[in-house]
C-alpha cells in the first residue's frame, strides 16, 4: 500500500478550502424569536426557518357552544386543558370575552373581569406550572387612548384600566402585546406600540412579545378600505424591525377567512412571508434603523 505525504502548506489549504469557498448562510439572531400563531392550512414546517410554534387558547376552547361565557369556564375544564398542552413551552390564553375597559361608571363590572382573568390564569398555571404562560388582554388594547397626549383624561383613564391589571401582571410568565395595524401611518403604529409597552412596565417585568398580523384590523378603528387588505413588504419589515427593538420577540397571528369564518390556505409567496424570512436572514443590518425616532 502505498503512503502519500502532503505538506504542511497543502494541508492547510485543504483545511481552509471549504471555509473560503462555501460562506456559510446567514443565521437568525438567537435573542430575538418568532412564533408561528397563525391558523393557515397546508401551511409548511416553520421550525426549518427558525419560527418556533406556540399554542393559542381561544374562547372556543374552554367553552362548548351554547355555554355562557359571562362566567368562567368550568375548572375540569381549564385543568383538561393545561394537562393537555403541558408539554408546551408557551401557552397564549386568549379569551377576550370580558371587558378590559370602559365602565366608565360602573368600575365593578371591570373589577370583576379582572377578578374572572386571574381565575383562569391561576386553574390553568396550577395545573401547568411549568408552562410559560400569558394572558392576551395585558395591557389594554385601545389604539385611540395609546396615540392620546400624556396626561389628558383619555390618557388617565387608559392608564387606570391597565392599573387595575397589575396584580395578575405580577402574577403571569409572559405578556403578549396587541400590536396591530390600523391605518396606513407607520410612525402612529410604532408611537402606540411604544405607549402600551410603556404601560406594561408600570406593571409588569418579564418576557414580551408583540402580537404581527400582516393584514390590516378587520374592524373599527381601521378604515373600511384597509380593512383585512395585507401590509406593505416594507410596512412589515418595519414592524419586524421595531418589535427586535422593543421586545423578545412576536407572535404572528392570521390565516383566518373572516367572509367564509374558516382557515385560510397557506399562500407561500405571500410579500409577507418572503420578507420575514429576509429579515430572518439579514436581522442585523437593519432597513429602518433612525424612522418615527
Not at 81 to 87: F, G, K, P, R, T
Not at 230 to 237: G, K, Q, T
Not at 267 to 274: K, T, V
Given at each position: 500500500m502505498k503512503k502519500y505525504f502532503l505538506s504542511f502548506k497543502a494541508l492547510t489549504l485543504l483545511i481552509l478550502l471549504p471555509v473560503i469557498a462555501f460562506p456559510s448562510k446567514p443565521q437568525p439572531d438567537a435573542t430575538f424569536r418568532i412564533f408561528d400563531g397563525t391558523i393557515y392550512t397546508d401551511k409548511p414546517d416553520f421550525n426549518q426557518f427558525d419560527i418556533e410554534d406556540i399554542k393559542i387558547l381561544?374562547?372556543?376552547?374552554?367553552?362548548?357552544?351554547?355555554?355562557?361565557?359571562?362566567?368562567?369556564?368550568a375548572k375540569k375544564k381549564i385543568v383538561r386543558?393545561?394537562?393537555?398542552?403541558?408539554?408546551q413551552r408557551y401557552v397564549v390564553l386568549?379569551?377576550?370575552?370580558w371587558p378590559t375597559q370602559g365602565h366608565k361608571y360602573r368600575p365593578w363590572i371591570l373589577d370583576n373581569n379582572v377578578a374572572k382573568y386571574t381565575y383562569v390564569y391561576e386553574i390553568f398555571k396550577s395545573a401547568a406550572p411549568n408552562v410559560k404562560t400569558g394572558l392576551f388582554v395585558i395591557p389594554v388594547s385601545n389604539y385611540e387612548k395609546s396615540l392620546s397626549e400624556k396626561g389628558s383624561p383619555l390618557f388617565e383613564e387608559w392608564?387606570?384600566?391597565n392599573e387595575r391589571f397589575s396584580g395578575l401582571a405580577k402574577l403571569v410568565d409572559v405578556a403578549f402585546v396587541s400590536s396591530y395595524t390600523y391605518e396606513e401611518n407607520w410612525c402612529n403604529w410604532k408611537t402606540s406600540v411604544e405607549a402600551k409597552l410603556q404601560q406594561l412596565n408600570h406593571i409588569y417585568k418579564g418576557e414580551i412579545?408583540?402580537?404581527?398580523?400582516?393584514?390590516y384590523y378587520d374592524h373599527s378603528p381601521a378604515?373600511?378600505?384597509?380593512?383585512?387588505?395585507?401590509?406593505?413588504?416594507?410596512?412589515?419589515?418595519f414592524q419586524l424591525e421595531t418589535a427586535k427593538r422593543l421586545a423578545n420577540g412576536v407572535v404572528v397571528w392570521g390565516g383566518w377567512d373572516f367572509e367564509n369564518a374558516r382557515p385560510l390556505r397557506?399562500?407561500?409567496?405571500?410579500?409577507?412571508?418572503?420578507e420575514t424570512i429576509r429579515f430572518f436572514?439579514?436581522?442585523?443590518?437593519?432597513?429602518?434603523?433612525?424612522l418615527c425616532q
Open positions: 381561544y374562547g372556543n376552547d374552554f367553552w362548548d357552544k351554547g355555554d355562557n361565557r359571562d362566567i368562567v369556564p386543558l393545561a394537562q393537555i398542552y403541558s408539554d386568549d379569551i377576550e370575552q392608564t387606570r384600566e412579545y408583540l402580537f404581527l398580523w400582516p393584514q378604515p373600511e378600505h384597509l380593512r383585512l387588505k395585507f401590509i406593505p413588504r416594507d410596512f412589515w419589515r397557506w399562500d407561500g409567496s405571500a410579500e409577507w412571508w418572503h436572514q439579514d436581522s442585523q443590518k437593519p432597513l429602518y434603523p433612525h
